[in-house]
């Protein structure tokens, strides 16, 4: 299993560009999450997908979108990115069952915005 | 909604010694107390995590302990390794499957 992958591995963007994060999973998990981690703040959660087909804003949603493809897939979204949103971006899945609740975390998606 | 303190930012001890993280959460119903270690350009990895019914877990050298009433809960890592330097993150969970992390703790392990 490879877990969880992400892809870009690195992005460089300029200010009013947008692009797509990719993120897949194929552990069968129900549940996906995007995050973000800044120096000195910990990962704060953008948004996330209790299970396929629905989609909620988490701690920072402003100037993202997702979209839930199918049960394997997650997408993130930056319209008109901005400086501020430079940042790694991880995204992760839970099985979501019973007890199970761990989330598994990708190796992230380094942005730079200029 | 949730807010996780975590203490300290950086911890340096000496090889053999014992590690301890701390953490505060706010909200009453989170159920769930993840610790997550992150090694440098990786995604962070779980290495223990505790449910609201249990006060205290261990596996191996490392040992969580969590107190409902005051609403905090600690990382314990016994005889530390070089290979046990990294940044360290507590969360708290709720029914939802939300979590929200502590600012991290950034650990040296020095020989």
């Known amino acids: 299993n490879a877990g969880v992958t992400q892809t870009p591995k690195f992005q460089v963007l300029k200010t009013g560009q947008s692009m797509t994060l990719q993120c897949a999973q194929d552990?069968?998990?129900?549940?996906m999450y995007w995050y973000r981690q800044d120096p000195g703040m910990g990962l704060r959660l953008i948004y996330y997908?209790?299970?396929?087909?629905?989609?909620d804003k988490g701690e920072v949603p402003n100037g993202y979108n997702v979209s839930r493809l199918n049960k394997r897939e997650f997408s993130l979204r930056l319209e008109s990115a901005a400086p501020s949103q430079t940042s790694v971006y991880f995204c992760?899945?839970?099985?979501?069952?019973?007890?199970?609740?761990?989330?598994?975390f990708g190796p992230g998606t380094r942005l730079l915005v200029l | 909604g949730e807010n996780v303190e975590q203490h300290p930012s950086t911890l340096s001890v000496q090889e053999g010694d014992s590690a301890v993280i701390k953490c505060t959460y706010s909200d009453s119903a989170s159920n769930y107390f993840p610790w997550y270690k992150q090694e440098l350009g990786k995604g962070p990895q779980l290495i223990i995590d505790?449910?609201?019914?249990?006060g205290e877990k261990k596996d191996q050298r490392i040992a969580v302990t969590l107190n409902k009433t005051a609403k905090h809960f600690s990382l314990h890592i016994t005889e530390t390794q070089p290979e046990d330097s990294a940044v360290y993150f507590c969360a708290g969970g709720d029914s939802w499957g939300k979590l929200q992390f502590g600012a991290g703790t950034q650990v040296v392990v020095t020989p």
């Open positions: 552990m069968n998990h129900n549940s």
């Open positions: 505790i449910r609201s019914n249990v």
């Open positions: 992760a899945s839970s099985p979501r069952t019973g007890e199970q609740e761990t989330q598994y």
């Open positions: 997908s209790a299970s396929e087909g629905t989609t």
